[in-house]
Nanobody, 115 residues
Framework: QVQLVESGGGLVQAGGSLRLSCVAS????????MGWYRQAPEKRRELVAT???????NHADSVKGRFTISRDNAKNTVYLQMNSLKPEDTAVYLC?????????WGQGTQVTVSS
């Protein structure tokens, strides 16, 4: 069993910042890729950013230059620093990790950006 717990979501005004965290625990041998997706009401789930075990990031075009993904392997934690937030960033943000051939998902944390 792998558990993922996200935190850091909330309500923020446009132009503001938030930092999301996701801690993985349980039957963890070696976490390879960690990442964040988001899902807005009536929209498909979309990739926000991923990061490999050695720290190579990949950000969606829609967040490049505004969001930064990072990770702390010793703490089994992945972060998402979100700056210059826009109302269209409003969504549930879900953490995901890839371990031994499987993707595991957290429950998500709500991010709401007001205009």
């Amino acid at each position: 069993q792998v558990q993922l717990v996200e935190s850091g979501g909330g309500l923020v005004q446009a132009g503001g910042s938030l930092r999301l965290s996701c801690v993985a625990s349980g039957s963890i041998s070696s976490i390879r890729t960690m990442g964040w997706y988001r899902q807005a009401p009536e929209k498909r789930r979309e990739l926000v950013a991923t990061i490999t075990r050695n720290g190579t990031p990949n950000h969606a075009d829609s967040v490049k230059g505004r969001f930064t993904i990072s990770r702390d392997n010793a703490k089994n934690t992945v972060y998402l620093q979100m700056n210059s937030l826009k109302p269209e960033d409003t969504a549930v943000y879900l953490c995901t990790v890839y371990i031994s051939g499987y993707w595991y998902w957290g429950q998500g944390t709500q991010v709401t950006v007001s205009s």
